[in-house]
């Protein structure tokens, strides 16, 4: 009989509960604000991307300013994200979950009739640096792949 496990965790400030069984244990989403991923993508007449390949997630879960989390919801398979004046949005789903390494599809839509499509897939692990002048450890998404359809 399969093994059920009870997991509480707290992602980006958002406090999650549920209960799984062991082989969808690695499978769970994360709750990450869109505009993370927005950070990851450019403009479409931009020629280069990712723009961003690793965020601190640690520090995105406290800067309430930029991302919001009161301002994120779940649309069926979509988290999303729209702007201040409710004319546009960032959305993503997870396309794919294997261990450590996942994949979303991201949309994003300024308020006009375009909507950019990007597939990334990233890792998060925790990553030590330097910060004023004493080494700390923090939660990154490290882009590993973004393709833009």
Request: aromatic share 8%; proline share 3%.
């Amino acid at each position: 009989m399969p093994r059920s496990v009870f997991v509480w965790f707290t992602v980006i400030g958002m406090a999650i509960s549920t209960t799984v069984s062991g082989a969808d244990l690695a499978a769970e989403k994360l709750q990450i604000h869109p505009h993370v991923f927005g950070l990851v993508t450019c403009w479409p007449s931009d020629s280069e991307q990712p723009v961003v390949t690793e965020i601190n997630l640690d520090a995105v879960s406290k800067n309430r300013n930029q991302f919001d989390m009161s301002a994120v919801k779940t649309r069926g398979t979509w988290i999303e994200s729209t702007s201040e004046h409710g004319q546009g949005f960032e959305r993503y789903r997870i396309v794919k979950s294997d261990n450590d390494q996942m994949v979303v599809e991201f949309q994003s839509n300024g308020g006009g009739t375009y909507t950019s499509v990007s597939t990334i897939e990233f890792v998060i692990e925790q990553r030590e640096f330097r910060h004023n002048g004493k080494m700390v450890s923090r939660r990154t998404l490290r882009v590993v792949s973004c393709e833009t359809k």
